[in-house]
């Protein structure tokens, strides 16, 4: 990697001064995006996957199109002038699902985040105005403001790839660790009490116990989203649901699904049984 880039990623990350525009940023965003089933869709409880880098594809893919037909002559103009549109509308949605990922993050994550979003709204300005010079008959004008809005888009996705493979933004975070397999004994029976969550050690999984009426739960114990401790949550026992201390994901403590997000990815859980006085456990393949 180019030491300037690096340099430049890590005095962004280290930019205490954008957390004066960031912190009110996210708090404003949390309100425009609470907790409910309008944030459960943005941030992809019903994908398994963050929404918002699916998205980025399909605005990027019009732009990228608009963007080949300007270099291949004045006879796709009007085609170009549509996909550039098409861009403008799909980023709508995308720039609400990247909003609501970035509501929850801190930090490091919480200033990039800032200047992505930043640098997608120039990109998103320019497309904008190229598509109205396109309009008004200028083309010429239309296709520069569109080679200034791909530039800027390239910079702010280059951001967006350091958020997620070097910021973990959006990873799950119970996908490192090698789970049992095979029946691993974790607690004596009578160390788990009814409907009080314990914290569990199988090899290197922290696993949260919980007993209710006689069955016994186990899911990771590492929220999905970025890594709360689920067993420090909000338990509800009659729906059996843990809500997650950080940011108020909600998982169901028998199947790990996502009921509430910000988290789309669903626990990874475990099968139980009682052998020789102790709580045995084991991961459930496939889900
Ligand atoms: S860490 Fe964000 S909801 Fe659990």
Redo the contacts with the bound molecule.
Sequence with gaps: MPGFLEKMLVNLEQAKGLDKVAVPGTEAASRLVPKGPVKDALTGKWLGHPVHPFLTDVAIAFWTAGGVLDLLGTRHDKSAEVLTGLGIVSAVPTALAGVADWV?TIGEERRVGLVHAVGNTAALGAFTASWFARRNGDVSRGKVLGALGAGLLGFSGYLGGHLAYRLGSGVD?TIFDKRPQDWTPVLADEDLPEDSPVLAQAGETDVLVYRNSGDICAIHNV??????P?HE?RIDAEARTVT??????EFDLRTGEVVH???SAPQPRFETRIHGGKIELREVQGG
Excluded: F, T
């Design positions: 929850d975070r929220c999905s989203h970025r890594g709360g689920l949550g997650c201390p950080w940011h108020d994901s997000g910000p988290a």
